[in-house]
């Protein structure tokens, strides 16, 4: 597969997790919105692991790890779309994601950084300042949507090095949903059963559309961080905050300022150097 065909996977996986994102934000009760989505992975997963292959034993470290750390960013999203704004919740949290991914591919996958690209990480970190200041939101709002974006790099980067290792993009996917699906659907149980039988019946057509974006979008993502370079790769992925800021305005009714335009352009910028090599 040509690395043009790669790129636009992840451009694919950007529309998809910017889509399922505001599907959540405009969710009556997001946590049960985000078990339904698992859920429907959870689904998927089941339904898919007959046909797929199965990671190798390099892989599990890194599912296990992957996990782990995606469960931290639904607590950590769920929270912050409950304080603030999603046109400054989400270009916050994914505009540090590529900052931070491309520090720990450097570091830990020897994908030297290149002129351009320590560039684009300056013009990121300046929009993500331009978000946290005067932007309408108050510091807990901020300090929730940095600790999701470190979330979004940690996963972003052990998803990509996991399906390395595994050896196999469907395998590790359907082997992931299965996991945090049923970790959430046996804690829904446990803990809001009617809540979540309720839930269900007033929004099924929203639990699955977003829950098949969610799945999509992050198939996506890793079949071309399997080949392409972790940093650039999830820089574009995160071109997401453009969707996501669109959206929070036009759909959520949320406000658009000029700041807020600022920022979006510099992150683009960033994203466009991190991505051209």
């Known amino acids: 597969m040509s690395a043009a065909v790669l790129y636009g996977l992840v451009l694919l996986s950007a529309i998809a997790h910017a889509t399922w994102n505001a599907m959540m934000k405009s969710a009556g009760d997001r946590l049960l919105t985000m078990i339904m989505i698992r859920c ?16 190798d034993a390099a892989g599990w470290k890194w599912l296990a790890a992957t996990s782990l750390v ?25 505009g540090l994601s590529p900052i ?5 591919a450097f570091l830990f996958a020897q994908e030297a950084l290149a002129g351009p690209q320590i560039a684009a990480v300056a013009l990121i970190s300046l929009g ?13 709002a ?3 949507a940095l600790a999701t974006g470190t979330t979004v ?23 992931l949903e299965i996991v945090n699906g049923s970790v959430m659907l046996g804690l ?10 309720a ?10 559309m977003a829950g098949l974006m969610s799945v999509v979008g992050f198939v996506a993502y890793l079949i071309a961080a399997k080949s392409l370079p972790l940093g650039p790769t999830t820089a574009l992925r995160e071109t997401s905050v453009i969707f996501g800021a669109i959206l929070g305005t036009l759909v959520l009714k949320e406000g658009f300022g000029l700041r807020r335009i600022t920022a979006a352009i510099l992150v683009v910028l960033g994203i466009a150097l991190l991505v051209a090599r």
């Open 100 to 104: 931070l991914t491309t520090i720990a």
């Open 153 to 175: 790099a940690a996963y972003s980067f052990l998803g990509g090095m996991g399906v390395r290792a595994a050896g196999t993009v469907l395998g590790f996917q359907a082997c």
């Open 40 to 55: 429907v992975g959870l689904a998927i997963g089941l339904a898919a692991l007959p046909f797929v292959d199965w990671p």
């Open 70 to 94: 995606q469960f931290a960013y639904y607590t950590l999203l769920v929270r912050s779309y409950g304080v603030g704004d999603m046109s400054v919740v989400y270009p916050l949290s994914r």
């Open 199 to 208: 839930h269900v019946r007033r929004h099924p057509g929203l639990g699955v």
């Open 142 to 144: 901020v300090g929730l």
């Open 128 to 140: 993500i300042m331009i978000l946290s200041f005067r932007s309408g939101a108050s510091g807990l």
């Open 188 to 197: 829904a149980l446990l803990t809001r059963p009617r809540a979540l039988a």
